[in-house]
T-cell receptor
Framework: NAGVTQTPKFRILKIGQSMTLQCAQD?????MYWYRQDPGMGLKLIYYSVGAGITDKGEVPNGYNVSRSTTEDFPLRLELAAPSQTSVYFC??????????FGPGTRLTVT | GIQVEQSPPDLILQEGANSTLRCNFSDSVNNLQWFHQNPWGQLINLFYIPSGTKQNGRLSATTVATERYSLLYISSSQTTDSGVYFCAVEETSGSRLTFGEGTQLTVNP
């Protein structure tokens, strides 16, 4: 199993640009999550999904959108990037109740 | 929402020492996990432990759900144990994890 994969690993965006962070998992997990981690801080939940076609907002959803058309994929869309979105983004997946497994992260800088 | 407090925020050890990290939470939980974030940023799930005690090599964890805390024990620490340790909980009425701010552990040779 590859586990949770994320692309790209690094990205630099200009203010106002848009991009999609890709996340895929091959563990047949229903639950998938997007977090952001600012320097020296813990993780904050952006969006999550409990299954294909179902998404919900987390703690810090503003400026982001998600979709979940398949069990495997959970892309995160940034529209009109702002410097405040400079962060490391982690995707995770898990079963109903239990362990969450994290991807390697995407380091995003908005200048 | 649920509050998660970790202590200490920073910990410096000599190789071979033992340590205890604590996680307090403000409400009943049905999910508690401990993670290690290594210096390269990778998050590794150490334990899923909503209650009871588990051991994995030099690491063990205990959660006392009725008193709303969990402890992570690291014995005979090694330099590779360095990094940030996060506690994350899911309240019984919720469906997602809330993370604490972490404990930064540095193990010196």
């Amino acid at each position: 199993n590859a586990g949770v994969t994320q692309t790209p690993k690094f990205r630099i965006l200009k203010i106002g640009q848009s991009m999609t962070l890709q996340c895929a998992q091959d563990m047949n997990h229903n639950y998938m999550y997007w977090y952001r981690q600012d320097p020296g801080m813990g993780l904050k939940l952006i969006y999550y999904s409990v299954g294909a076609g179902i998404t919900d907002k987390g703690e810090v959803p503003n400026g982001y959108n998600v979709s979940r058309s398949t069990t495997e994929d959970f892309p995160l869309r940034l529209e009109l990037a702002a410097p405040s979105q400079t962060s490391v983004y982690f995707c995770a997946s898990g079963g109903y109740v239990g362990r969450e497994y994290f991807g390697p992260g995407t380091r995003l800088t908005v200048t | 929402g649920i509050q998660v407090e970790q202590s200490p925020p920073d910990l410096i050890l000599q190789e071979g020492a033992n340590s205890t990290l604590r996680c307090n939470f403000s409400d009943s939980v049905n999910n508690l996990q401990w993670f290690h974030q290594n210096p390269w940023g990778q998050l590794i799930n150490l334990f899923y432990i909503p209650s009871g005690t588990k051991q994995n090599g030099r690491l063990s964890a205990t959660t006392v759900a009725t008193e709303r805390y969990s402890l992570l024990y690291i014995s005979s620490s090694q330099t590779t144990d360095s990094g940030v340790y996060f506690c994350a909980v899911e309240e019984t009425s919720g469906s997602r994890l809330t993370f604490g701010e972490g404990t930064q552990l540095t193990v010196n040779p």
